[in-house]
């Protein structure tokens, strides 16, 4: 039993210095940005998101990039501003998009989107992590 254990730490040990030696061979340009997105770096914790409200200028491609720090969190935005109706055409347009990203403790998440129309975005947390959940909030507002 122990040994099948040891066996997958090797192999996850092999993977991850595989995945940082790619990483690492690329051209810092496009590990800095990818098709000049402004890359936006987050952290999710109980019961906060940092950096909120994010600022964005209209036009712009976005990649978050977020970090669940001390729980698995989820981030659950709507792709019209607030009080926009849900049947309006998207202000902000995923590359990929998702009801509810989960965050994973200690992973990142990347979310692309294009900042389309300006106007405020409000997200939240949409996995349960405790009693301060359902005000784990924060807000992307795209500007003109
Ligand atoms: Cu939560």
Redesign the pocket.
């Known amino acids: 039993m122990k040994k099948i254990v040891n066996h997958s730490r090797l192999f996850i040990a092999a993977a991850t210095l595989l995945a940082l030696g790619t990483f690492l061979s690329l051209p810092e340009s496009i590990r800095a940005t990818s098709q000049d997105a402004q890359v936006i770096e987050i952290t999710a914790k ?2 906060e998101y940092s950096n909120s409200p994010i600022h964005v200028k209209a036009g712009t491609k976005v990649q978050l990039k977020i970090t669940a720090i001390d ?1 698995d ?2 981030f659950k935005i709507g792709n019209v501003p607030d009080g926009a109706s849900s049947s309006d055409k998207a202000g902000l347009v995923f590359t990929s998009e998702q009801e509810c990203w989960q965050l994973k403790k200690g992973e990142t998440t990347m979310i692309e989107f294009v900042a389309q129309s300006p106007g405020t975005y409000s997200f ?7 009693l ?3 005000g ?1 909030k924060g807000q992307i507002v795209v500007e003109q």
């Open positions: 109980k019961y729980h969190h989820g939240k947390c949409c996995h349960t992590c405790g301060g959940h359902k784990m």
